[in-house]
């Protein structure tokens, strides 16, 4: 009678780890088949003119339309201080033209500052698509760059200002506003004894 009974304790314990086996690729083989969504970089640029910076968003818009459950998120990195209102101003633009122009509908995107651009003089633009149920990408600022910058800050020629949305109507977008000379003020800014 014990050789039966260890027989059959023997073919349950057999059976219980088959099926956790079994039940543990099944999982795994339902994670490979439907992996948790990720959000997506789908484009970066610095500075750009008006005609560039349209044909990235007007890309960027087909992906939102193509994804109906997806949301887009554009991130803008830049000085501080006076600067965030160049990044605000460049997040706005692209937000205007993604609702006005491409018809995305305004609940579908959200911005984003992310803090200073590893480049301190250059603005950065990142465009991420993300889908329903995943996790915003983290943001990675440099702020801790600027306390310890010295040397030369920028060589680059002058631009003329962004125009004005009045002189703007019937001619596009502008492209993403510089942000040197907020950058550099804010480095000057942050350090107090600094002299530029």
């Keep these: 009678m014990g050789e039966i009974m260890e027989r059959r304790l023997q073919i ?23 992996p948790k969504p990720v959000a997506t970089k789908f484009d ?12 990235r968003l007007d890309n960027f818009a087909i992906q939102i339309q193509n994804l109906s459950a997806s949301t887009a998120l554009i991130v803008a990195y830049g000085p501080k201080g006076e600067g965030a209102r160049v990044n605000q101003g460049n997040l706005d633009r692209i937000r205007d033209y993604l609702v006005n122009s491409r018809g995305i ?3 579908r995107i959200e911005t984003l500052y992310g803090g200073r ?3 301190l003089a250059q603005p950065k633009i990142q465009l991420w698509i993300v889908p329903q149920g995943a ?7 440099n702020d801790d760059q600027i306390e310890t910058f010295k040397g030369k800050f920028s060589d680059e020629e002058a631009r003329d200002p962004l125009p ?4 703007l109507e019937g001619e596009g977008m502008p492209g993403v506003a510089g942000v040197t000379d907020a950058s550099f003020a804010d480095v000057l800014t942050e350090q107090k004894t600094a002299v530029g």
């Design 12 to 34: 349950a314990t057999f059976s219980v780890a088959f099926t956790l086996l079994l039940t543990s690729q099944a999982l795994v083989l339902a994670q490979k088949t439907n």
């Design 44 to 55: 970066e640029y610095g500075w750009i003119n008006g005609e560039d910076q349209c044909a």
């Design 105 to 107: 509908a305004d609940s």
């Design 117 to 119: 651009n590893a480049e």
């Design 135 to 141: 996790a915003r990408p983290k943001v990675t600022s």
């Design 164 to 167: 004005s949305s009045t002189e």
